[in-house]
């Protein structure tokens, strides 16, 4: 083992190697639905915040970045969410899940449920509240960190 190596530096590809493999598992487990995570992600959110504009479902996404609107177009044009006139201000259009969009909803919630089962097989609670703790507090001074704290996880 190269002794040299710095913590930082392993922190770092630990962190890249993570996310990389995470991305792979719920990647692999999503390709049966026809899915992406990308989709998986507006659909949970849209599950428990429905409905929304597209500025705030913007706002709560985590593996997007910027505007949603290309993604949401294209679930749109599948069948997975619905737009609807914003009865405040017709300026402005709702996103809501169509009953394709509540079954995948569904689908999601037991493909999320086995990763999760994964991880807690790996780690207890009491060390992922350890490392969900230094995790938000390296990313406290980026923009993700409002997107986590709107969608509860800070």
């Not at 392993?10 to 890249?16: G, T």
């Not at 169509?98 to 994964?118: L, P, S």
Request: hydrophobic share 40%; proline share 3%; glycine share 6%.
């Amino acid at each position: 083992m190269n002794t040299s190596v710095k913590e930082v530096e392993k922190f770092r590809y630990l962190i890249l190697a993570v996310q990389r493999q995470g991305n792979r598992m719920f990647h692999a487990l999503l390709n049966k639905t026809g899915f992406t995570p990308s989709y998986a992600e507006v659909i949970s959110v849209l599950e428990l915040r429905q409905p929304l504009t597209l500025k705030d479902l913007g706002n709560l996404l985590i593996c997007e970045t910027g505007s949603p609107s290309r993604l949401v177009e294209r679930m749109v044009k599948d069948g997975w969410i619905e737009k609807m006139i914003h009865p405040e201000d017709s300026r402005f259009v709702l996103l809501q899940l169509t009953i394709k969009g509540q079954e995948a909803a569904e689908k999601v919630k037991i493909i999320e449920g086995e990763v999760y089962g994964w991880i807690e097989k790996q780690l207890s609670e009491k060390e992922m509240q350890v490392i969900n703790d230094k995790l938000g507090k390296f990313l406290k001074d980026f923009p993700i960190h409002e997107t986590l704290i709107h969608r509860g996880y800070l």
